[in-house]
C-alpha cells in the first residue's frame, strides 16, 4: 500500500484536532455506529479540561489505495518541542490558519520549523463558516508569511483548500465548488505530499533503522518508543541495537512488539517497512533522539537540535505541617524518579538537582511547567514550586547578560488598548505593531522580557474584562532591559495552626483580599490573603468569638464573608514572590512564605540589607 506521512500544524485553537475527527470519520476508520468522542485524538484529562492539545498523537486513515499516516501537533507554544520532534517524522505538513484570526505567533513559529526542513505545506484556511471569516486578507497575510520566512520557490508555489473542520468540508474554489466532503483534502495530501524512500536498491534492502521521536510508558508492554522508519524493515523478535546522537550503542535488545496505527487504535503486526510510522516495544534503555536499527549499522541517523528552555523553577519536598496527609508521594527519591522520566520523553524539560530533595525543572514557559506539576499532582504527589525565574545567558564578545524576550500578540477590544499598552511598558515591553482588525478590536504585537510577563496574564484578563487574547512566543535573547516592577501588595500571614474561623476572617476582610474560606486548615507563616497595603502582615485567623451572657445588637451581628475564587495553579505560581512558595497537594493548592518563622524572616531581611 502507498504511504503519506503528514503533520498538521497549526496556532491554538485553529481546529486541529477537530478536523482530523472529520478525517477519521469520513475516510471509514471509525464505523458510523462506532462512538467516538469530540476531538478524539485529545485522550489526555488536562487536554480535555482545557481544550488544547498538549501532547503529540499518531494515527492513521486509508483513502483509496493510500494509507495517510496523519499526526496531530499541539498548538501552544510552551509545547514547541513537541512539533520539533515530529517534522522530522513526516513527508509532509497541512497548515492550519483560522480564517477570523488569520496568522498568528504559533503559525509563524510551526511554519518556520518546516520550511528550514524543506517541507512544502498545504495551506488549509479553515472555519470559513465563522461570521467575521476573512479568507482573502488570511490568504494575504500568509503569503507575506511564507516571504518573511524566506520559503523558496518550490514553497511558495503552495496549494490552498478553504474548509470548515467542523462541518466536515474543503474546497479548492470558494465560490465555485460544492461544498460537500473533504475529498479534496485527501487528494491534494496524495497527490502533493512526496512518497517515503524506497526501501530498495539494486536489489539489496537497506539495513532497517528509524529515529525515535516519542516514547511513553506502557503498563504492560514498558517503554514504548515511537518513530519513522527511515530504510529497511523490521519483523517481531528481531534482534536491534539503540545508538546514541554519538554512535556509541546504548542497548541490544528483542523487539518484543510492533504496533501500527489504523485509525483510533494501535493494532500488533508481524512486519513494518521503510515510510510507516510505529511503536516498538521491548527496549529498556533507548530515548527520545536515539536511532533504533540493525546490528550491522554503525552511523546513527541526525537528530535536529531542540531550542533551549527558557524559564526554570524549583520542585523540591512538602516541608509544611500538613505534609504527607492528603498525597502517597512525597519522598525526595519518588519525585526525583519522575521528573528524570519526565526529561526523558519531553526533549523541551531539563532537569538538574539543586540540594536536598529540591530539583530545577527547565522548560519553554509557564503552561508547560504548570502542566506537569498539575499532572504529578493528579498522581498523588506532594511539592513544594518556587516562582518561576528565567534563564539568562551570556554575550561571547561583550560578557553582557542576556535574557529572553517573548513576542506578545494581543487581540483586544479598542476601549482596553490604552491599559494594556501602559502595562506591558511598565514590564519593559516595546510596541512593534498596531492594527485594527474590524468589529472594534485591535491587535497589539509586543516585544516583551519573558520575566515581565510572568504573572501577567491573570491581571491581563481582568483589565479587558475577560475579552482579550493573548499569545506568547519566543523571539531572542536580548540585552537585560533592568529592573521589573513586582507585585505591589504584601500577604496576609496567618501565626498559628488551626481552622480558620468565620469570626477572625470577617474582621481581617477589612485589611485585604482573603484567600481562604472558614473551616480552611491553616498553619503558622501560610500566606490567607492580598494585603490592602504594601507591606507583609501577620494575622490570626484563628480567634474565635468570646462566648457571654450578654445579648446586643453587637454582640450578634451576622458574619457575611464575600465569597472567594479560588486560585488555579497557574495563578498561584504566577502570584508568589521569590520569598515564597506554591504547596501542591492532590486536594488542596496552598501560598506560604519559604522561611516560617517570623523572627527567622526578619533576620533574613537585615541579613539582605546589610549584604545590599
Known amino acids: 500500500?502507498?504511504?503519506?506521512?503528514?503533520?498538521?500544524?497549526?496556532?491554538?485553537?485553529?481546529?486541529?484536532?477537530?478536523?482530523?475527527?472529520q478525517l477519521l470519520k469520513q475516510s471509514g476508520s471509525v464505523r458510523e455506529n462506532q462512538h467516538m468522542e469530540e476531538r478524539a485524538l485529545d485522550s489526555n484529562d488536562l487536554e480535555r479540561e482545557r481544550g488544547i492539545t498538549i501532547l503529540a498523537k499518531c494515527t492513521s486513515v486509508e483513502w483509496g489505495e493510500t494509507r495517510i499516516n496523519i499526526v496531530d501537533t499541539p498548538g501552544h507554544a510552551d509545547f514547541g518541542g513537541e512539533v520539533e520532534r515530529i517534522l522530522s517524522m513526516v513527508d509532509g505538513v497541512v497548515l492550519l490558519v483560522d480564517a477570523a484570526e488569520a496568522v498568528m505567533p504559533q503559525?509563524?513559529?510551526?511554519?518556520?520549523?518546516?520550511?528550514?526542513?524543506g517541507l512544502k505545506p498545504i495551506v488549509v484556511i479553515n472555519k470559513i463558516d465563522r461570521q467575521d471569516a476573512q479568507p482573502k486578507e488570511t490568504l494575504e497575510s500568509i503569503f507575506d508569511l511564507f516571504l518573511a520566512l524566506e520559503a523558496n520557490d518550490y514553497q511558495l508555489d503552495f496549494h490552498v483548500l478553504y474548509a470548515s473542520g467542523r462541518q466536515g468540508w474543503a474546497v479548492a474554489d470558494l465560490d465555485n465548488?460544492?461544498?460537500?466532503?473533504?475529498s479534496p483534502l485527501f487528494a491534494r495530501i496524495v497527490a502533493d505530499v512526496p512518497k517515503p524512500k524506497p526501501i530498495e536498491k539494486a536489489g539489496d534492502e537497506f539495513p532497517f533503522t528509524m529515529l525515535v521521536t516519542t516514547l511513553e510508558a506502557d503498563p504492560y508492554l514498558g517503554r514504548v518508543l515511537t518513530g519513522r522508519i527511515e530504510t529497511g524493515a523490521i519483523t517481531v523478535n528481531r534482534q536491534i541495537k539503540a545508538l546514541s546522537r554519538d554512535g556509541s550503542v546504548v542497548e541490544r535488545a528483542r523487539a518484543t512488539k510492533l504496533l501500527a496505527f489504523r485509525g483510533l487504535a494501535r493494532v500488533p503486526v508481524e512486519r513494518a517497512e521503510a515510510g510507516d510510522i510505529i511503536a516498538i516495544a521491548g527496549l529498556q534503555t533507548a530515548t527520545?533522539?536515539?536511532?533504533?536499527?540493525?546490528?550491522?549499522?554503525?552511523?546513527?541517523?541526525?537528530?535536529?537540535?531542540?531550542?533551549?528552555?527558557?524559564?526554570?523553577?524549583?520542585?523540591?519536598?512538602?516541608?509544611?505541617?500538613?505534609?504527607?496527609r492528603e498525597g502517597d508521594k512525597v519522598q525526595s527519591r519518588v519525585i526525583r524518579d519522575r521528573l528524570l522520566r519526565e526529561a526523558e520523553g519531553n526533549v523541551a524539560i531539563r532537569i538538574r538537582e539543586t540540594g536536598e530533595g529540591a530539583y530545577e525543572v527547565a522548560g519553554r514557559g509557564e503552561l508547560q511547567l504548570g502542566v506537569l506539576v498539575e499532572t504529578m499532582r493528579r498522581e498523588g504527589f506532594e511539592l513544594s514550586i518556587s516562582r518561576p525565574r528565567v534563564l539568562y545567558q551570556t554575550d561571547p564578545d561583550t560578557g553582557e547578560r542576556l535574557e529572553p524576550i517573548e513576542e506578545v500578540s494581543i487581540d483586544v477590544d479598542d476601549p482596553f488598548t490604552g491599559i494594556v499598552i501602559e502595562k506591558i511598558s511598565n514590564r519593559k515591553g516595546e510596541m512593534t505593531d498596531m492594527r485594527p482588525t474590524g468589529a472594534g478590536k485591535t491587535r497589539l504585537t509586543f516585544l516583551a522580557p519573558s520575566r515581565g510577563l510572568i504573572g501577567y496574564h491573570g491581571e491581563f484578563l481582568t483589565d479587558t474584562r475577560g475579552t482579550g487574547?493573548?499569545?506568547?512566543?519566543?523571539h531572542s535573547y536580548a540585552p537585560h532591559k533592568g529592573a521589573v516592577q513586582g507585585r505591589t501588595n504584601g500577604v496576609l500571614i496567618s501565626n498559628g495552626q488551626g481552622e480558620a474561623v468565620p469570626y477572625a476572617l470577617w474582621y481581617l476582610e477589612e485589611r485585604g483580599k482573603l484567600f481562604v474560606?472558614?473551616?480552611?486548615?491553616?498553619?503558622e507563616g501560610m500566606i490567607i490573603g492580598q494585603h490592602a497595603k504594601d507591606n507583609d502582615l501577620i494575622v490570626n485567623p484563628l480567634k474565635a468569638k468570646q462566648l457571654t451572657n450578654i445579648r446586643t445588637t453587637s454582640k450578634d451581628e451576622a458574619v457575611r464573608l464575600t465569597p472567594i475564587v479560588p486560585m488555579t495553579l497557574e495563578q498561584a505560581i504566577a502570584y508568589i514572590e521569590d520569598d515564597e512558595l506554591v504547596e501542591v497537594t492532590p486536594q488542596s493548592i496552598r501560598l506560604r512564605k519559604r522561611e516560617r518563622d517570623p523572627n527567622e524572616r526578619k533576620r533574613q531581611m537585615r541579613a539582605e540589607q546589610d549584604a545590599g
Open 469 to 474: 487574547v493573548m499569545n506568547r512566543i519566543f
Open 177 to 182: 465548488d460544492v461544498r460537500k466532503d473533504l
Open 288 to 324: 527520545v533522539a536515539d536511532t533504533l536499527c540493525d546490528i550491522t549499522v554503525e552511523t546513527p541517523i541526525h537528530a535536529n537540535p531542540i531550542d533551549p528552555p527558557t524559564l526554570a523553577m524549583t520542585i523540591s519536598v512538602n516541608d509544611s505541617p500538613y505534609a504527607g
Open 107 to 117: 503559525t509563524k513559529f510551526v511554519l518556520s520549523k518546516a520550511l528550514k526542513l
Open 517 to 523: 474560606v472558614p473551616g480552611t486548615k491553616v498553619y
Open 1 to 21: 500500500m502507498n504511504i503519506r506521512n503528514i503533520a498538521i500544524i497549526a496556532h491554538v485553537d485553529h481546529g486541529k484536532t477537530t478536523l482530523v475527527d
